[in-house]
């Protein structure tokens, strides 16, 4: 199969069948409908479903079931819609259930607009639901991206029976590029002896549960959650380095807006100013290496977001404020430009060289 | 080669799908392209645009801010994008639906009265072809076969009889520039 010119929201939807996802419930919400739209046509052609569930809140407890009986399974809203789904994916949490949610983020707070935003940065990587709790989330800048961690996505929630968030915004839901699925061997995953398919005489009943009435022992839980989560962050980090080993600036963003980002970079380099870029993949696990990497050798870091500044206090926390950390956002839909970012470089460097 | 092709209109004029086929047409060249909507609340007669990206290099930001090419189907779409033009670059206007005059002198314009040339071949329809046309003889984006190609591709079996006229619509727009 060669190149196919297709939208963002329908690449993730073709992204998961490759993946072995043969069930969405979800709810159409702009700017992210085709997906569903696309997955409709699509699932019962291999052998899947899909079903618009009455609501978010009922379309992410469907995706509860479907994980207890081990399918790969996925959902997927936009912003208002997810933050609908939150009870539920706690519950995943709680319950260990693998499964990937996507969120094709737009303009907040409220019902908000439906441009592109990334103001959900907070929700889906400080937990979002209640309960001690993290969940691993990727973010693509490009459509090709996307057919990739697709993939990785599900296996990384199988590995460790966790939720996975695909973050992306509305402008990557909603353009075209060209993309290519290549037939990929799938890696070994450990068997969903878990999964509640009843018993055939062979052990106990099969539970999927989150509730521990018992407070030591819902400790020992969480503790078994850490320790889950230790081993993520160890492993599963993800990032691009962009033009960093003689960088002077380093620009921190994700997914579209870095894009954006690194045309003001190829300009500010025109420019003679020596910038940078560090792309988190995985905003939760942060990757922090890249920073204790840089951050005695650069001067500052810019960090651009399509929010009123989320990401920005990891990258301070990686910092450690040994080098300032400046920030740059636009927020309700609207997109920056990469003249705004050039300008913000050229403060940062302190004005025109 | 970077190509950065602004095409703005009515919903429903067509603007999307003109932006596709260049998008396409530049894929099956094996080119790097993107394609990007304008998607508030659009309904027919709203105004709508498409950024398309035809590049040698992989594309970077898939947003516009100043447009190597503008293909404008309206009069708002005129005046909104006419400023944005970068210097050296290309204005295409559908001169049927708009009598804006654009004074810049740092841009090659070209004014097309698409529904006129469309109805001189008999088909209405084919009004964009001619635009588009026009814009690839003017810069070299991509090549006619390559549109041609894509319009088998895009179009369902159905409508593959319009091809021809299509064909001969965007032969009509390139006529124009090299007049």
């Not at chain 1, 639901?129 to 991206?145: K, N, R, S, W």
């Not at chain 1, 560090?278 to 905003?283: A, S």
């Not at chain 2, 498409?50 to 898939?62: C, K, L, R, Y």
């Amino acid at each position: 199969m060669g190149k196919v010119l297709m939208k963002g929201n329908e690449v993730i939807a073709e992204a998961a069948v490759h993946a072995g996802c043969k069930y969405l419930f979800s709810y159409p919400i702009t700017p992210q409908s085709e997906l569903v739209a696309y997955m409709a046509k699509r699932l019962p052609e291999v052998g899947g479903l899909f079903l618009q569930a009455e609501s978010e809140v009922a379309a992410i407890n469907m995706v509860y079931g479907a994980a207890s009986a081990g399918v790969r399974v996925m959902t997927s809203s936009s912003s208002p819609g997810v933050s609908l789904k939150q009870e539920g994916i706690s519950y995943l949490v709680g319950s260990e259930l693998p499964a990937v949610v996507v969120n094709i983020m737009r303009g907040g707070p409220g019902l908000g607009s439906i441009q592109p935003a990334q103001s959900d940065y907070f929700q889906a990587t400080k937990g979002g639901g209640h309960g001690d709790y993290q969940i691993p989330v990727y973010a693509p800048a490009t459509l090709q991206e996307i057919v990739d961690l697709m993939r990785d996505a599900f296996n990384l929630a199988d590995r460790y029976r966790t939720p996975v968030y695909i973050l992306g915004d509305g402008m990557l839901g909603q353009m075209m590029e060209p993309v290519e699925f290549k037939e990929v061997v799938n890696e070994e995953l450990p068997p969903k002896d878990w999964a509640t398919t009843a018993t055939r005489g062979d052990g106990g009943p099969k539970l999927t549960n989150s509730l521990f009435l018992d407070p030591a022992e819902l400790e020992e839980h969480n503790n078994h959650l850490q320790a889950k989560y230790a081993k993520i962050k160890e492993a599963e980090v993800r990032y691009e380095s962009y033009l960093l080993d003689d960088a002077d600036y380093v620009i921190v963003a994700y997914g579209t807006v870095s894009r954006i980002a690194k045309n003001a970079i190829k300009e500010a380099r025109n420019q003679g100013i020596k910038v940078g870029m560090i792309r988190p993949i995985t905003l939760w696990p942060f990757p922090e290496q890249p920073f204790i990497e840089t951050r005695d050798r650069v001067k500052g870091y810019l960090t651009v977001e399509m929010s009123a500044g989320q990401m920005v206090e990891d990258v301070r926390l990686a910092v450690e404020g040994r080098k300032p950390v400046f920030f740059y956002g636009r927020t309700g839909g609207m997109v920056p430009g990469q003249e705004e970012i050039l300008e913000k470089i050229i403060e940062m460097a302190g004005g025109e060289q | 080669m970077l190509h950065e092709i602004i095409i703005a209109g009515f919903g429903g004029q067509g603007v999307m799908s003109m932006g596709q086929l260049i998008a396409y047409s530049g894929m099956l060249e094996d080119k790097h392209v993107s394609w990007l909507p304008s998607y508030g609340p659009e309904q027919r007669g709203g105004t709508a645009n498409a950024s398309v990206i035809v590049s040698d290099e992989p594309v970077g930001s898939p947003v516009i801010s100043r447009p190597t090419a503008a293909i404008v189907l309206n009069k708002p779409s005129f005046e909104k994008f006419e400023p944005m033009i970068r210097p050296g670059g290309v204005l295409i206007v559908n001169s049927s639906l708009i009598d804006s005059k654009s004074i810049r002198d740092d841009i090659t314009i070209i004014e097309v009265p698409a529904s006129e040339l469309a109805n001189e071949l008999g088909e209405s329809r084919v009004a964009n072809s001619i635009i588009l046309g026009v814009f690839i003889a003017l810069t070299k984006a991509v090549s006619e076969e390559s549109v041609i190609e894509s319009l088998k591709k895009v179009l369902p079996e159905r409508r593959h009889n319009l091809i021809p006229v299509n064909q001969a619509a965007l032969e009509k727009g390139a006529e124009l520039v090299v007049q």
